[in-house]
Structure formats: C-alpha cells, structure tokens
C-alpha cells in the first residue's frame, strides 16, 4: 500500500485475487424481485473464482421520489439534510441484495461508505470522491468474497452526508474499481454499450461509444 498524491491511500491486488466491480444501476432494479437477477450475476463471477465489489443504485424511480419528498417539505432544504434523504434509496438497495444474497447461500458482506472511508469533496449534493480506505476492503473481500456497496453516497471530510450526483453509483463503481485495481469493471445497464446520451429519451439518436 502507498499514499497516493492527494493522500489518500492506492491499493493492489494480491497475485492470486482476481477482483470485478460490478455495478447495478437503477434502469435494472426496477423493483426488489429484480435483485434476483444481480445475485445470479454475481453468483457467475463467483462460480469463475472471482472476488466482486457490488455497487449498487436506488430501485428505479427512489431517487426521484425523495426529490420530490425533500422539494415538499422545504424550498430550500438544507444540503447535507437532502443529501442524507438521498442516500437512503442506495441503502435500502444495499441491504435488499445483502438479503438476497444470504438467502441463496452467498456469502457476502454488505459495506456502508462510512466504514470504508470513502471520503468525498465539493457540493455536498454534486461531490467528488477524493479518497477510500482499501485495506477494509479488502479484509470484507478476504472474509467473504463479495462486498455490496451503496453507490452514489459518500462522506464529508467532516464526516457529513454527501452524495455524488446523477450518475453517482457509475462514478462510484469507477472509483472503487480504479482505486482497489480491479482488472475488470461492468457497468450493468439496460442498453448494449455507452451513449452521447440517454438512448431512451425523444429526439435524435445519441451515437455509441466504440
């Protein structure tokens, strides 16, 4: 393990550990019957002898819903108390596929940010995530083989709720896989590769990523 140079800490793989990030986004967990589909997902990586961070979003629609929650009660709500509802949609998700999971007999250790250190910067609804304690990953992915992660939610260098903005678990999902030096990283979807943009909105076709 070395720092890196914002000081966070960069880590590496054991010779032996072949680690995939895999990450859920909400367009796939339409609902809760719908996590089924990731244990079976993460159930064939596992079956190939790999170790998998799961990063997971909101069902489909949460994220949306506590907006609209957060809009009711204030018109200006404070930052860090709507980031906090925010959050609670990848938490939820989170500990569904945790339960999910132990019911089909996969050992698996869910993982909130706090615990990991995942510590990000700027505003507290649109932050960056700057640094991850790897070590305590790692020792999740030792003892079990797979760590579920909420994506999208972080923490404040003062340890105040943050999120990471639309698109926050894909970032999320790049960010663990980069810094745990994952050899792969899936960012599941229902569309077949990355677009200009959202493929399923009106207008013009967004052209595909090679």
């Known amino acids: 393990m070395q720092p890196s140079k914002n000081g966070s800490i ?57 907006l609209g929650v957060a809009e009711t009660l204030s018109h200006r709500p404070s930052a860090f108390a709507e980031a906090a509802l925010l959050s609670t949609g990848e938490l939820r998700s989170a500990s569904l596929l945790g339960l999910h999971l132990d019911r089909a007999g996969i050992d698996a250790s869910v993982m909130m940010p706090g615990a990991a250190g995942l510590v990000a910067e700027g505003n507290p609804l649109d932050a960056d995530p700057v640094s991850v304690n790897v070590d305590k990953i790692n020792k999740r992915l030792d003892e079990h083989g797979v760590v579920v992660f909420p994506g999208y939610v972080a923490s404040d260098d003062e340890g105040r709720p943050v999120v990471l903005g639309r698109g926050g678990s894909d970032l999320t999902a790049l960010f663990l896989a980069h810094r745990l030096g994952a050899q792969r990283c899936r960012l599941i979807k229902d569309v077949d590769g990355m677009y200009e943009w959202n493929p399923a909105n009106p207008g013009p076709k967004p052209r595909r990523f090679r």
């Not at 960069?10 to 609902?31: A, I, N, P, W």
């Not at 002898?49 to 979003?57: E, H, K, P, Q």
Request: glycine share 8%.
């Open 10 to 66: 960069e880590g590496k793989l054991s010779e032996d550990r072949r680690l995939v990030v895999l990450k859920f986004g909400g367009s796939v967990l339409t609902d809760e019957h719908s996590l089924r589909l990731a244990v079976h997902e993460i159930y064939r990586w596992r079956r190939d002898g790999w170790d998998v961070v799961a990063v997971v979003s909101a069902l489909y629609g949460t994220t949306d819903r506590l």
